[in-house]
C-alpha cells in the first residue's frame, strides 16, 4: 500500500509547493512592479468574469483528481483480498495480543511471512487503541464491542515498528511492539515451533464446553441455528431484516443474542457477555468460520471441521488453552 499512499502525497506536496511559490513570487513581482512612484495614480479594474471562471475552475479540477484518486487508495485500502491470512488481533492496556488462524499466540509482535495478504481483525478489551505500522502506512481505530479490520501485503523481510496511534492512559506511549515479516521458510520454521493447535481447534473445544452444541447442532436441526455453512451468508432475521453474517454478526449473536435473533428461533439463547474473553470469543468466530470453508469445499484454509482437524483437535487439545 505504501507506494499508493505515497505517491498521492508526494502530488500533493508537489502541486501545493507550486502553488506556494506561485503566489510569493507573484507578490513580490507585483509589490516591485506596482510599487508607488511620485505622479502615477493607479488604474482601477472592475473584476473579469473569465479570468475569475478559469481560477476557480482550474483548482476545482485538480481538487476533484485528489478527490478520485484518494478515494481510489482508500478503496482499496480498505478491501481485504478474500484470500488473505486472517490474523485476530486483541487490544488491551497496553500490549497487543496476537493470534493466528493456525495457532501461535504473541504479545507486542506479529510474525508474518513475506509476500502474503494479511487480514487483521481486531478488537480491544478496553478502550479505543489504534493498530498503526508506519513502513506500511495503515492505521486503524480498534475498538471495543466490535471488530475492525486491516490488512497488508508486506513486500520485504525485516522488523518493523507497530505503534498504538490513540491516547489511551497512563502507558500509552510504551504500547508498542514490532511486525516480523520473514522469508516463507524461516516463517514456516517458526510456526513449526509454536506448540499450539489452530485457533478454530480451541474455538471448537470452547464450542463444546460451554454446550453449544447442545442447541447449534451438527447432525439435525436443533434448538439454535445450524452453523455449517453460515458464515458469509445473508441471514433472516426475525424482525424481517437480512443480515450478512459476517464476524462481527457472530460476535454479537454471542455477547448479544436477543439483538438480531434468526428468523424462526426463540429468543432462549442466553448471552456469553462476561462469560468468554476476547481470546475465546475470537476462537468461536473462528471455528464458526471454519465450518463454513469445510462445508463450501475450500481446502485451502486450515479447517479444523475437516478430518484432518478434528485428528489435530485430539492431539492438541490438551495443549490449547
Ligand atoms: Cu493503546 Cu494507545
Same mark, same amino acid.
Given at each position: 500500500?505504501?507506494?499508493?499512499?505515497?505517491?498521492?502525497?508526494?502530488?500533493?506536496? $508537489?502541486?501545493?509547493?507550486?502553488?506556494?511559490?506561485?503566489?510569493?513570487?507573484?507578490?513580490?513581482?507585483?509589490?516591485?512592479?506596482?510599487?508607488?512612484?511620485?505622479?502615477?495614480?493607479?488604474?482601477?479594474?472592475?473584476?473579469?468574469?473569465?479570468?475569475?471562471?478559469?481560477?476557480?475552475?482550474?483548482?476545482?479540477?485538480?481538487?476533484?483528481?485528489?478527490?478520485?484518486?484518494?478515494?481510489?487508495?482508500?478503496?482499496?485500502?480498505?478491501?481485504?483480498?478474500?484470500?488473505?491470512?486472517?490474523?485476530?488481533?486483541?487490544?488491551?492496556?497496553?500490549?497487543?495480543?496476537?493470534?493466528?488462524?493456525?495457532?501461535?499466540?504473541?504479545?507486542?509482535?506479529?510474525?508474518?511471512?513475506? /509476500?502474503?495478504?494479511?487480514?487483521?481483525?481486531?478488537?480491544?478489551?478496553?478502550?479505543?487503541?489504534?493498530?498503526?505500522?508506519?513502513? *506500511?502506512?495503515?492505521?486503524?481505530? $480498534?475498538?471495543?464491542?466490535?471488530?475492525?479490520?486491516?490488512?497488508?501485503?508486506?513486500?520485504?523481510?525485516?522488523?518493523?515498528?507497530?505503534?498504538?496511534?490513540?491516547?489511551?492512559?497512563?502507558?500509552?506511549?510504551?504500547?508498542? /511492539?514490532?511486525?516480523?515479516?520473514?522469508?516463507?521458510?524461516?516463517?514456516?520454521?517458526?510456526?513449526?515451533?509454536?506448540?499450539?493447535?489452530?485457533?478454530?481447534?480451541?474455538?471448537?473445544?470452547? *464450542?463444546?464446553?460451554?454446550?453449544?452444541?447442545?442447541?447449534?447442532?451438527?447432525?439435525?436441526?436443533?434448538?439454535?441455528?445450524?452453523?455449517?455453512? $453460515?458464515?458469509?451468508?445473508?441471514?433472516?432475521?426475525?424482525?424481517?431484516?437480512?443480515?450478512?453474517?459476517?464476524?462481527?454478526?457472530? !460476535?454479537?449473536?454471542?455477547?448479544?443474542?436477543?439483538? !438480531?435473533?434468526?428468523?424462526? *428461533?426463540?429468543?432462549?439463547?442466553?448471552?456469553?457477555?462476561?462469560?468468554?474473553?476476547?481470546?475465546?470469543?475470537?476462537?468461536? $468466530?473462528?471455528?464458526?468460520?471454519?465450518?463454513?470453508?469445510?462445508?463450501?469445499?475450500?481446502?485451502?484454509?486450515?479447517?479444523?471441521?475437516?478430518?484432518? /482437524?478434528?485428528?489435530?483437535?485430539?492431539?492438541?487439545?490438551?495443549?490449547?488453552?
Amino acid at each position: 500500500m505504501a507506494h499508493n499512499v505515497d505517491a498521492l502525497y508526494i502530488f500533493l506536496l $508537489v502541486v501545493t509547493g507550486m502553488m506556494a511559490l506561485l503566489v510569493c513570487a507573484l507578490v513580490i513581482y507585483f509589490a516591485a512592479r506596482f510599487r508607488y512612484r511620485p505622479g502615477i495614480r493607479a488604474e482601477q479594474i472592475e473584476g473579469s468574469t473569465p479570468l475569475e471562471v478559469t481560477w476557480s475552475a482550474i483548482p476545482f479540477c485538480v481538487f476533484l483528481v485528489i478527490f478520485a484518486w484518494g478515494a481510489a487508495v482508500y478503496f482499496k485500502e480498505r478491501t481485504p483480498p478474500a484470500d488473505a491470512t486472517e490474523v485476530y488481533v486483541v487490544a488491551k492496556q497496553w500490549m497487543w495480543k496476537v493470534e493466528h488462524a493456525e495457532g501461535q499466540r504473541e504479545i507486542n509482535e506479529l510474525h508474518v511471512p513475506v /509476500g502474503r495478504d494479511i487480514k487483521l481483525i481486531m478488537t480491544s478489551q478496553d478502550v479505543i487503541h489504534s493498530f498503526y505500522i508506519p513502513a *506500511f502506512r495503515i492505521k486503524q481505530d $480498534v475498538l471495543p464491542g466490535r471488530y475492525t479490520v486491516e490488512w497488508f501485503k508486506a513486500t520485504k523481510p525485516g522488523v518493523y515498528h507497530l505503534f498504538c496511534a490513540e491516547y489511551c492512559g497512563t502507558q500509552h506511549s510504551g504500547m508498542v /511492539g514490532s511486525i516480523v515479516v520473514q522469508e516463507p521458510a524461516q516463517y514456516e520454521a517458526w510456526v513449526n515451533a509454536s506448540p499450539n493447535g489452530p485457533l478454530s481447534a480451541s474455538g471448537e473445544k470452547i *464450542f463444546a464446553e460451554l454446550g453449544c452444541s447442545t442447541c447449534h447442532r451438527a447432525d439435525v436441526q436443533g434448538r439454535g441455528p445450524k452453523l455449517q455453512g $453460515v458464515f458469509g451468508k445473508p441471514v433472516q432475521l426475525e424482525d424481517g431484516r437480512t443480515v450478512t453474517a459476517d464476524e462481527n454478526y457472530l !460476535r454479537e449473536s454471542i455477547l448479544d443474542p436477543g439483538s !438480531r435473533r434468526v428468523k424462526g *428461533f426463540q429468543p432462549i439463547m442466553p448471552t456469553f457477555q462476561g462469560l468468554v474473553s476476547e481470546e475465546q470469543v475470537n476462537a468461536l $468466530v473462528a471455528y464458526i468460520k471454519s465450518m463454513s470453508t469445510a462445508a463450501s469445499g475450500d481446502g485451502t484454509r486450515a479447517s479444523a471441521a475437516g478430518p484432518q /482437524g478434528a485428528a489435530q483437535t485430539q492431539n492438541n487439545g490438551s495443549q490449547v488453552q
